[in-house]
Nanobody, 132 residues
């Protein structure tokens, strides 16, 4: 059974960078779509980026982070990473990773709704604060 745990959050100044990790256990992360969500204070959880649970590891990004964030997967570590550059105050929030077993023909982009009940696992989240 897939279990996920995020790490790497913290406080950073505007324009800075952070690298978040989503470590998987209990299953091989390569076979799961991994989706990153962010929940800003007082707001709903929103899709940020995702990576397919396929050998090609296709990715998708929200418009708000495209060009600044990069999602990647390191199979040997059974971990998905989120590199976040040029951070601004709107990036503040708790970052969650979630997983969904990859099906034939589907992509991670099919699971960007955080209220979807079919996600197999969620991490507890890691907080990120962007402040001067």
């Amino acid at each position: 059974q897939l279990q996920l745990a995020e790490s790497g959050g913290g406080t950073v100044q505007p324009g800075g960078s952070l690298r978040l990790s989503c470590a998987a256990s209990g299953a091989t992360v390569d076979r799961f779509h991994i989706i990153w969500f962010r929940q800003a204070p007082g707001k709903e959880r929103k899709f940020i980026t995702c990576i397919d649970g396929t050998p090609s590891a296709g990715t998708d990004y929200s418009e708000s982070v495209k060009g600044r964030f990069t999602v990647s997967r390191e199979s040997a570590k059974n971990t998905v990473f989120l590199q976040m550059n040029d951070l601004n105050s709107e990036d503040t929030g708790v970052y969650y990773c979630a997983g969904r077993s990859a099906g034939i023909g589907d992509t991670c982009g099919s699971y960007i709704n955080p209220t979807y009940g079919g996600l197999n696992a969620w991490g507890p989240g890691t907080p990120v604060t962007v402040s001067s």
